[in-house]
């Protein structure tokens, strides 16, 4: 009894630790403990993020069907910036990493400054496509006409507004790689918070304010997120964590520039394979109506918020891999991934219990309509299967980005979703008729399929001799 008090304080203890930032060194001492204090901040970092898409459906689902249908179709193209933005993520994590392994530190923030621009430049770009043609894109998703009339306004201000996005992935990648995760955590609580309280004015009006329907959603995220990017800069100028960038830090470096580029081509060119798989298997589920789409975009959101503690130890993972690198230990870096790899499959095996056994009562805190309800929770049911690879093969997949070796899960990638998951969906769903459910099968399976592979292939060491 008495150990195991001693050990719940201990958690206690070191969950403070962790949330607060205080522990700096990840390259000795005790991997369990390296483990926790990075995956801590980084899980409710992520959780802060998926809580963004949670809130918005919550209330743009009393506004109609349509409105949750159009955020489906916008994120499943929002999710193309976001492969931009996570591949140079992954180069900024990895080079930080590594250049803080090593203790150059004026390298780490002469690549956090890189990878700022690229971000602005890349942004401005999307920016423009979004602002003047929101309409078209929507038309392109497959979306009716009446939904694209009430929706447009939403697609235009988040597009239009990506550099929000951009940045406060970028520089919390860079954040993260130098170990400072809380302070990423702490981003995302800003920016979340602000989410939840604007929301609710922006959609249904408030005084002076107007109903903007689903289109006050969008700017209700963008102004959370650009607020939380303030911060992200203030915190970057100032000092406040291991990276420091001053004035005259801010000129253009081609070195570094292309070094991040390189590194991160492998990682934009992966998360462009499976987010532009994600758009074609959103464009298959339009052809089954709104309401399937509308249970398709719930079941998914919910299920990217149970994906983000897995994407935090995956995340941590990369940093103990990029740092343990760059301070020449390869057989601490690959034992933290495995030991990453096993406490994110755990956690994920319980939430697939969870899935299958309320998926319904789940679906219905949503949204009550019949098919909606039965196709979400058929939905998370049959994703749920496979929760249990995902999280493993969400930890050695970053693994590879974080030491720099972004081609290999590319190819990946490549082979899974490309090569067998869109064309089985659209057999499965179509040739062989079973609708939505030969989709939910076809991403279960290739997400099987990539862990399996990615495990494998990891095994095999070469990860270990990449130069960043």
């Known amino acids: ?24 060194e990840f390259t000795s001492g005790s991997i369990r403990r390296a483990v926790f204090m990075l995956s801590i901040p980084m899980i409710l ?3 802060m993020e998926s809580i963004f898409a949670i ?4 209330y743009v689902s009393k506004v109609s069907v349509n409105a949750v249908a159009t955020i489906g179709l916008t994120e499943s193209v929002i999710t193309l910036v976001y492969a931009v933005a996570i591949g140079l993520s992954m180069a900024a994590t990895a080079v930080v990493a590594r250049r803080v392994g090593e203790t150059d530190i004026q390298g780490a923030s002469n690549a956090a400054v890189q990878v700022i621009f690229l971000g602005i430049l890349v942004a401005a770009i999307i920016s423009v496509i979004g602002i003047l043609y929101p309409k078209e894109i929507l038309g392109l998703m497959g979306g009716e006409p009446d939904l694209i009339e009430e929706g447009y306004g939403y697609t235009q201000v988040l597009l239009g507004g990506n550099v929000t996005i951009m940045l406060l992935f970028l520089i919390n990648a860079i954040f993260r790689g130098a170990g400072d995760a809380s302070i990423a955590m702490k981003v995302l609580i800003v920016s979340n918070g602000l989410n939840i309280i604007l929301d609710p004015i922006f959609i ?5 304010i107007p109903a ?10 963008t102004i959370g997120r650009g607020v ?51 758009v074609f298997l959103m464009r298959i589920m339009s052809e089954f109506g709104s309401e399937v789409l509308a249970g398709y975009t719930i079941a998914i ?64 805190l949503f949204n009550d309509t019949p098919d909606v309800v039965k196709y979400g929770s058929l939905c998370l049911r049959v994703i749920a299967a496979g929760y249990v690879f995902y999280g493993y093969g969400m930890v050695v997949i970053n693994a590879f980005n974080g030491a720099g070796d972004t081609k290999t899960p590319t190819k990946i990638n490549f082979v899974c979703f490309w090569l067998l998951q869109l064309p089985f969906a659209y057999f499965m769903a179509f040739n062989l008729d079973f609708g939505p459910t030969g989709v939910f099968w076809a991403i279960t399976l290739a997400e099987i399929l990539i862990a399996v592979i990615a495990i494998i292939w990891f095994r095999k060491g070469d990860w270990k001799l990449v130069k960043v």
């Not at 249904?204 to 002076?208: Q, V």
């Not at 470096?253 to 499976?274: D, T």
């Open 301 to 364: 959101r919910v299920m990217m918020f149970t994906l983000m503690p897995a994407w935090g130890m995956s995340n941590a993972a990369a940093t103990l891999v990029g740092q343990n690198l760059g301070a020449q230990k390869p057989d601490r870096a690959e034992l933290s991934v495995w030991k990453t790899g096993k406490y994110s499959s755990i956690f994920m095996g319980f939430v697939s219990i969870i899935y299958l056994v309320f998926a319904p009562q789940i679906i219905v």
């Open 55 to 58: 809130v918005d459906i919550m």
């Open 228 to 278: 939380a990017v303030v911060f992200q800069l203030v915190v970057l100028f100032y000092g406040y964590g291991k990276i420091k960038i001053a004035f005259k830090d801010l000129v253009l470096r081609i070195g570094v520039m292309f070094n991040l580029i390189k590194v991160s081509l492998g990682g934009i060119g992966q998360f462009l394979i499976g987010t532009s798989s994600w």
């Open 45 to 47: 970092e992520m959780l």
């Open 204 to 208: 249904f009006g408030l005084g002076p």
């Open 1 to 24: 009894m008495q150990s195991n008090k001693i050990s719940f304080k201990q958690f206690i203890q070191y969950f403070k630790i962790a949330v607060t930032g205080k522990e700096q």
């Open 212 to 221: 903007y329907g689903v289109k006050g959603a969008a700017i209700a995220t």
